[in-house]
């Protein structure tokens, strides 16, 4: 009888303990088990992304454009020297950038997929409106733009727009990409990592 009575109560406090670490874990540890799940990205994915940036900047809306940022972004802009952190500085930036009406196509890029991020790197031309009426000038810039999963949604955490140097022409910038690159329209299949490749959910 002592025996049964004691076997009672390890198992009553097996349930209990296992009941404790369940509701220790709780939404943190939901979380955690999310956060480790690599969602699926692909390089036409991320040029979805950047064609939704480009829209946004098209549709001459600062918020609009903000919202495509995630709340602690950094921002390299194209023409200002100084960095702009966070949603509400970078939406203050292209307040001012959109007056010019600027439209972007993007010239040579390589996309980079990771694990619940994703990287696309390269040039694009940045149309702009000149002193001139009707008057529309090219800005050529190097760029990089992050993406992270926050979520649920796929936001810049990272941009740097930088004007591709006047000593440069434009045959002898882009030559290096020849080798790793089939031109604008098919990015390069360098990857951070192997984890994915795998369709737009």
Request: neutral net charge.
């Amino acid at each position: 009888m002592i025996v049964v009575q004691k076997l009672r109560y390890f198992f009553g406090l097996a349930r209990i303990g296992a009941f404790l670490v369940v509701l220790a874990a709780g939404p943190a540890g939901s979380l955690k088990a999310e956060a480790s799940r690599c969602a699926p990205v692909s390089e036409a994915s991320v040029e979805m992304l950047f064609d939704l940036w480009a829209a946004a900047l098209a549709a001459g809306d600062p918020a609009r454009v903000a919202g495509r940022y995630a709340a602690d972004a950094l921002l390299f802009p194209t023409s200002s020297d100084r960095p702009r952190m966070g949603r509400a500085a970078i939406e203050g930036y292209f307040a001012e950038f959109l007056g010019g009406r600027p439209s972007s196509v993007v010239e040579r890029r390589a996309i980079f997929l990771g694990c619940n991020t994703a990287v696309d790197a390269g040039i694009y031309t940045i149309m702009v409106d000149g002193d001139a009426p009707e008057e529309r000038v090219p800005l050529r810039a190097r760029f990089s733009f992050v993406y992270e999963l926050r979520e649920g949604r796929w936001l810049i955490t990272h941009h740097h727009s930088s004007s591709v140097p006047g000593a440069m022409d434009r045959h002898s910038y882009i030559e290096p990409w020849s080798a790793s690159s089939q031109g604008p329209s098919q990015p390069s299949n360098r990857r951070l990592d192997d984890e994915i490749a795998i369709s737009w959910p």
